[in-house]
């Protein structure tokens, strides 16, 4: 036997024990590998704050110098152990000098508590809970004071067997050449510490600037996958490679040139085709007509041409009389086959027979006043062929929810004296009477919009009608609702996928108004028409009277967008048709479910897709507003998927504006604000337009040189503009964002309270902090008053489009109802109309600046096909010390350290989030996270929130999250960073990690994926969680929809019958049906925007949602939004157990009641229940909240037995509402 002697504190123990190995004659004495030394001491492990009966005791002599790795005495007489040193491994009971906040001296003397101990001698800490209740009430001496560490025996059982490492001995690395150490030293050190990775020196000091470099050649664009055999075909001859195989400068601007080519010319066709005297593209079709399948930019013959033209005519008469007997064909099934005979009036009133003659004659005249592709006389709904539950919204139109009584103001419309304004108004008012959306009606008006022409170009006007004015948007309620953003519809493309833009006519206008809101919606046309010439006379005998009323949903009524989006997702899914038939192009089959987290997860495939019988991903359409985006997987089937919701849009008399269409590309143009291509070689890519990078690039350069010349004074108004514009493109770049924190605290240094940098000073936190057990995490981004990309996208297409002027105009806050949000907060700004400029504004426009060099818009992959490998790593840094652990597909690494005294006073939230960037920065510099998609997990939240807020209010936090986008930019790395519980860290393995432990979790050889539970629904996890439910809400057969019932069943849809013209129907169940939700964290988002769709249609349904609470910055917003009632259940709980580690959220959708005020969600009495629910959870007493549950449950049968008084009464309503 070879003798080999091995001590604690080479282990990174902090006893001073040591121990004899003998190895055999085979194996060297040498085996057990000694870590890079982690110096520990008693302090890395005793508690300042332990509570006991301990004897104060003044604080020691500062120390000359640091100790040497050994035991400490405070003085000669070696009765007092300093807590910098070892523990005597013979007095294991020893009187330790130790600071304590409760002590008026500041120390105490004591020994070890159990806990302390049970870390100090390396014990795992999944032994805690035998070992505290055996020796915490005894004075015995603990089994393993004189024992060999288990950290060294577990490290001598790694080398020589590879014992505890994922894939075996030859793929063990645990531990091996990748420990890292702080060395703790009397060398000064800065804040940021050095970290040795073998014999690799990196230094991680602080932000690296931006301000001297030239764009990195993979800036934004996520690197060289862009250099496949299609991007190279636009390169010019004889350009040079850089010689690492990064794009060079010029590479990256004619691949940004050549996508800005074909958005430039989307872009000028879609300019175009705004204007309403636009040609109809009519050679789209022809030439699909020519070709059999696929358009070509050949045009077609003029002999086939005209052929087409004539069938054309042809096939639109038939169109009419079909739609003739239809209309005859309703009346007879409705009133009888002698509804002939039947009166049509009574008294002069029109019977319900009169009525339903007239709606069918306006269709009718609708319909023969259109030719094959324009509707010149404007659209009318054809109902009757609307799915049943749907028929009653689309003859009369989505309810108005009245606050209180309509307006009274019958205030006249004033002259207009400019001749140019008043010709607009008559023409354009003259065009809404023409189509019949303004009419009279001969009903009692009381009250008038006014109407007035802005100025939107120097040769146009735009109409503004103003329901502001007379106060009727004040009297009314809309609910708030969900648009898709670029988000949604890059996860249901890939890099094969093709586009086709449509666009809905008459937008707004085509949906039927709530009669009850036409006597408030009245116009006064004699300022405008005073018949004195034909056109006037026209007009007026169309409109029937000078007083006219809308009845149509206006532009500029806040219940407008709701109401009409509604309806048009109803027209949206009979276009998608049956999703199991083979001729439907809308068809598929099953949901691919590609979670992280999984064994089998691929980093190149969409984390969730709808896929078709033949294996390719399914034509789908997204709309934004009337913006449609039809996508599918071939260009023949996207075409296809185009034509049948045009064709279905047609026959229920929704206008399709043929004008708009433009040409099937896999580089289409912008949607939603963005532009997203699908590049075969390389993957789905998201840009900005050339023309908003130019106005990016001038605000940035003009900001710059105001500071640069020493302006002190900046406006604040034209700031904030440019701001919100900022934020929009940079939503497109996230790299770019932590660089607009010189905006957000330039806009907040009016307010003082600010450092010279512009930093908020931690006076009203601290004061925060002890008022509320509220983290201070929920108030980092006050400064940064939230920009909401939406929001911004909205009023950019309303400024376009619609109706806009100040004070009046429709906003993005209108037209989604956000004013019901708790998270919009109102933009406030100094008096004076001024602000200062921060001392960091400068620098961060040097870095937006050259960031932004390039002339065109860099291209950013969002989904690579050339993802190499998907990473998942753990970082916690406890109070002295820090770990990572990174798996691999077949191996663990990990990196331990300790802090140095310089970053021991820091915050746990900076020492928890530099931990996570250095983690990042050594294994990227390793080359292990190049083209890698990186899960890095935290038990920190306020880390979570800054990274993805892509800023924070604490300098040094800010600057580390700069450090983590700069590596995303280098290394075409993907950051998911997750909040996980501190629990949850412990059972890993890092949190043992950090303290020295390696013993645990993935360090004792657990599969890292055991602890990624991204992929696995609450019901998977927890099968009695259903029960559970199944009780409060008594459904014994209630259970969670699948991902395929996400898109169908929850919507409301149950099945489907073909009808008489052949169209396939679908058919929705009864009003209160319950469904569960139950979404993997991975893809909450995905369900839950589709949840708000479903919502949307149906307000008369019952929704539960439960998500463990990860990855909550994808899906959150969404969750607030559509719950009426939500709750956290803790890990613990009786109906959710303490292995699931991180807590339950639980929301619940409550269908809109019958009285004010119309959604639950608003009244004071669910903020009650949620009070009461928080406290029963909290305490665990009880029926873990069943019974409020029940309560809440019941509550909407019982309010529709009530009268409106009482249900405002039992929902808590204030008086003053009640008056009003």
Known sequence: MSPAYRTHADFGGATSAGHVFGFGSNISASAPPIPPNVCRGLAHFMSVSLEGNFPSHPPPPPLASLPPHGVCYVDSSGALLRRE?????????????????????????????????????????????????????????????????????????????????????????????????????????????????????????????????KPHAGLLNNGVELLSTEVHSSLCAGEEVSDDGDLTKQQVENIGAEAQGNIQEVMDQTKAAKADDASVPVHLWNDVI??????????????????????????????????????????????????????????????????????????????????????????????????????????????????????????????????????????????????????????????????????????????????????????????????????????????????????????????????????????????????????????LKMAGSYWVHWGRCLMGFKPSPYNSIKTAMVVEEVARGDRQCDENPFQWNHIRLNLPGNVDYDPSLSWISKMRKDGLIACDVFTFVDDERVTGATRELTWQAGHRLAYIQAYLGLQDAARKLRELSKRGGAWSGSVVHTISDVGVCVLTTEEKWKRFRDIIEKWRVRVERGDQKLDHKELQKDRGFCVHVCNNYPAMKPFLKGFHLSLEMWRGNRDAEGWKLPTRLHNIKEESDEDVSAYEDEEEVHVDMDEVVLDQKLDEEYQSNGDTATTA???????????????????????????????????????????????????????????????????????????????????????????????????????????????????????????????????????????????????????????????????????????????????????????????????????????????????????????????KSLSPLTPEEWFVKAHGIWGGKINSDGIWMPLHEKKYQVHLWSPPPAVADAALEELLKARHKRSDTYHIITIPRLMTPRWRRLFSKVVDFSCEIPAGSAQWPANMFEPLWLGIVLPFTIHRPWQLKRAPLLLELEREMRQVLKSGEGDGGGHILRKLWSLNTRLSKLPPSLARQVLRMPREEERN
């Open 290 to 539: 020519k070709e059999g399948s696929s358009p070509r930019r050949d045009r077609c013959s003029g002999c086939v041409d005209y052929a087409v033209s004539v069938l054309r005519e042809w096939v639109l008469k038939i169109f009419w009389k079909k739609l003739r007997t239809d209309c005859i064909a309703h009346l007879r099934k409705k009133y009888g086959e002698s509804w002939m005979d039947l009166p049509r009036a009574i008294n002069g009133q029109p019977t319900k027979l009169g009525v339903e003659i007239q709606a069918l004659s306006n269709i009718m005249w609708h319909a023969t006043e259109a030719n094959w592709f324009e509707y010149k006389s404007g659209s009318t709904l054809h109902y009757f062929r609307f799915p049943i539950f749907y028929q009653g919204i689309a003859k009369e139109g989505v309810r108005v929810f009245f606050e209180k009584d309509g307006p009274t103001s019958m205030r006249a419309q004033p002259p207009v004296a400019d001749e140019n304004a008043r010709a607009v108004l008559r023409s354009k008012v003259g065009k809404v009477i023409k189509r019949g959306y303004l009419f009279g009606s001969g009903i009692r008006l009381r009250s008038l919009i006014r109407y007035f022409a802005v100025p939107k170009t120097d040769k146009d006007f735009r109409i503004v009608y103003d329901a502001t004015a007379n106060n009727l948007n004040e009297a009314v309620w809309a609910p708030s609702f969900w648009l898709p953003t670029v988000d949604t519809l890059v996860r249901y493309v890939d890099a094969e996928s093709w586009m086709m833009d449509r666009d809905m006519g008459d937008m707004f206008l085509n949906f039927p108004l709530d009669r009850r809101v036409w006597p408030y919606t009245g116009l006064n046309l004699e300022s405008l028409f005073d018949g004195t010439d034909e056109e006037d006379a026209t007009i």
């Open 85 to 213: 040193g070892l523990l005597p491994c013979t007095k294991p009971d020893a009187l330790i000098l130790c600071p304590s906040v409760f002590s008026p001296q500041g120390y105490v003397v004591r020994k070890l508590s159990v806990a302390e101990a049970l870390r100090v001698y390396s014990i795992p800490s999944s032994y805690d809970s035998a070992l505290l209740s055996a020796f915490s009430t005894t004075a015995n001496p603990l089994p393993f004071e004189s024992s060999a560490s288990p950290d060294i025996l577990t490290s001598i059982a790694h080398h020589l067997w590879g014992v505890g490492c994922e894939g075996g001995a030859e793929g063990s690395e645990v531990g091996v050449c990748n420990t890292v150490s702080d060395e703790v030293d009397d060398t000064p050190t800065n804040d940021d510490a050095e970290c040795y990775m073998g014999d690799t020196l990196t230094d991680v000091d602080g932000e690296r600037s931006l301000l001297e470099e």
């Open 813 to 1035: 806050t209108d037209l989604t109802g956000e004013n019901d949000q708790e998270h919009v907060e109102v933009l406030r700004a100094p008096a004076s109309g001024e602000t200062t400029p921060a001392k960091r504004f400068l620098d961060d426009l040097k870095a937006l600046s050259n960031l932004s060099e390039t002339d065109s818009p860099p291209v950013r992959v969002v989904r690579s096909k050339t993802v190499i490998s998907a990473v998942y790593g753990f970082g916690d840094a406890s109070g002295k010390g820090f770990c990572g652990t990174l798996g691999y597909h077949d191996h663990v690494n990990y990196r331990i350290g300790v802090w140095g005294p310089d970053e021991e006073s820091e915050s746990s939230n900076y020492k928890e989030l530099r931990n996570l960037v250095e983690t990042c920065e050594e294994e990227a510099l390793a080359g292990r996270l190049f083209n890698a998609e990186f899960f890095l997990f935290t038990d920190n939240s306020t880390a979570e929130a800054c990274f993805y807020r892509g800023s924070s209010k604490s300098k040094l936090l800010h600057e580390l999250v700069v450090r983590l986008r700069k590596l995303e930019m280098d290394y075409n790395l993907t950051i998911h960073l997750i909040h996980v519980a501190g629990d949850r860290m412990i059972d890993q393995g890092t949190d043992g990690g950090s303290r020295g432990s390696l013993l645990e979790g993935v360090l004792a050889g657990k599969p890292m994926l055991d602890f990624v539970d991204l992929a696995k629904t609450a019901m998977e996890r927890h099968e009695p969680l259903l029960d559970w439910i199944r009780g409060w809400t008594n459904d």
